[in-house]
């Protein structure tokens, strides 16, 4: 994957931020992690971000409340949520609300390239 795009994690769960962003290279992406929403957002990489990873549930903001955030600064980056709440019926709420995929932890590598495609539209 040429030129190398920019997955930016958002998790207030340290394991994640520490074990996504070997995956995401082993894909090809570039990654950063953030533990929270307003950490992204007082961040100077939300406009090279070619994908944000986003946790449902966290402390202050939530990924929902960020999604809002975003598109209120009309700054639109492909979201794939990420959650451990079992609850099947937030998945597609956060689809119409404009997410491209929202996996339940643990979710498989082969889950999140699919996501990861369709967020970078190259399925």
Aim: glycine fraction near 6%; charge should be negative; charged fraction near 25%.
């Amino acid at each position: 994957m040429t030129p190398r795009s920019l997955v930016s994690v958002v998790d207030d769960d340290e394991s994640v931020r520490e074990s996504l962003p070997d995956l995401l290279t082993e894909f090809g992406f570039e990654a950063l992690t953030f533990a929270s929403a307003e950490e992204f957002l007082a961040s100077n990489r939300m406009g090279e971000t070619g994908c944000l990873i986003l946790d449902i549930s966290m402390p202050g903001m939530s990924g929902p409340e960020l999604q809002r955030e975003l598109s209120r600064l009309k700054l639109e980056i492909p979201i794939v949520f990420i959650t451990g709440q079992g609850d099947e019926t937030v998945r597609p709420r956060l689809i119409e609300q404009g997410a491209v995929d929202c996996l339940f932890k643990p979710f498989s590598d082969t889950a999140l390239l699919t996501a990861l495609k369709t967020a970078f539209r190259l399925q």
